[in-house]
């Protein structure tokens, strides 16, 4: 009997693109012969997932999972926004975000490699095991966290199509010492907001140096030949400008547009009975910055004509 090693279930896992124990499986049914073992996989249709790794995912969803003080939101993406409505993949979505809650992991390589609950392997495993089963390239694409001391996490899930899952999906840091059920209220309201207004940055200080500057410059082009103390009010200006557009804090709030939702934030103290603060959010839109392939359908019926 050959021995197994890691090595070899490492590279037939590569080859392949089949689960660990999958792959581990097969080399002890055929003594350890390599290309013997993806002819197994292959008959057992496990070896899907490795000829649909280079197809763009841009579909899929986004899952949420809130538990006391953290919050949790991770994207998996798909081939189709059809798979997004199997249960199979809401399962394999849903229990991602679980194991990265409890965890406390977001770094996606590290996520990978935690166990899949209720199953012997990993959370790689899983993913390629509802590839060669769905028959669709899927990725886990990002993951990110939020906690707080004292207070809540709030959430929001636009296009939701189930409990934790959706196509946008928000966290809001709350920070306060009052009442948690006020203070999640105001959270899924400002979660709310966030989806909606796609905010860059909480406040001025996040507000990514390079775009800063790149705006900077744009409102000096604009206003070319003007005394250099006349411009550089203007430069001052034309930025708390775009920072009332950009950043969270300074932004109308979408539920009383009187208000900045920093003025939002400091009145829900009345209601929450303590102060509150807002520490952060993080927002995911569903294959935001994927660059999708538009499929010309004319031009595949042609080509398939000529080719019959």
């Given at each position: 009997?050959?021995?197994?090693t890691?090595a070899?279930?490492?590279d ?12 581990k499986q ?6 350890g ?5 993806i ?15 280079d ?10 999972a809130?538990?006391?003080?953290t ?8 081939e189709t ?11 394999l979505v ?21 166990h ?18 769905i ?46 059920s006020?203070?999640?209220?105001l ?9 909606a207004?796609n ?13 800063l ?21 203007i430069?001052?200006s034309?930025?708390k400008?775009y ?30 009975g ?7 959010f ?5 294959g935001?910055?994927?660059e ?17």
């Amino acid at each position: 009997m050959a021995t197994i090693t890691a090595a070899l279930v490492k590279d037939l896992r590569e080859k392949t693109g089949a689960g660990m124990m999958d792959c581990k499986q097969a080399l002890n049914e055929v003594d350890g012969d390599i290309e013997a073992a993806i002819d197994w996989l292959r008959k057992k249709g496990l070896s899907k997932a490795a000829k649909k790794s280079d197809r763009v995912a841009a579909e899929g969803l986004v899952g949420i999972a809130v538990s006391g003080t953290t919050g949790v939101v991770v994207e998996v993406n798909s081939e189709t926004d059809f798979v997004a409505r199997n249960e199979e993949f809401q399962a394999l979505v849903k229990t991602i975000a679980l194991v990265a809650a409890e965890k406390g992991e977001v770094d996606v390589e590290t996520l990978k490699g935690q166990h899949y609950p209720g199953a012997a392997g990993t959370v790689a495993d899983a993913i390629s095991n509802a590839i060669a089963t769905i028959g669709e390239n899927m990725t886990l694409r990002r993951a990110a966290m939020l906690s707080v001391s004292d207070g809540v996490v709030g959430h929001y899930l636009h296009n939701a199509i189930g409990e934790g899952l959706g196509k946008i999906g928000v966290l809001v840091a709350l920070e306060s010492t009052g009442d948690k059920s006020a203070l999640a209220d105001l959270g899924r309201k400002i979660a709310m907001h966030v989806a909606a207004t796609n905010p860059v940055a909480l406040d001025a200080t996040g507000v990514d140096p390079a775009t800063l500057e790149r705006e900077k410059n744009v409102l000096r082009e604009k206003n070319a030949g003007k005394p250099a103390h006349v411009l550089e009010k203007i430069v001052e200006s034309g930025l708390k400008t775009y920072f009332k557009e950009v950043t969270l804090v300074e932004q109308a709030y979408i539920h009383d547009g009187a208000k900045t939702v920093a003025q939002a934030v400091a009145e829900a103290a009345k209601v929450v009975g303590a102060p509150v603060a807002l520490k952060g959010f993080v927002r995911y839109g569903l294959g935001e910055g994927i660059e999708k392939q538009e499929a010309d359908f004319a031009a595949e019926v042609a080509a398939a004509a000529s080719g019959a």
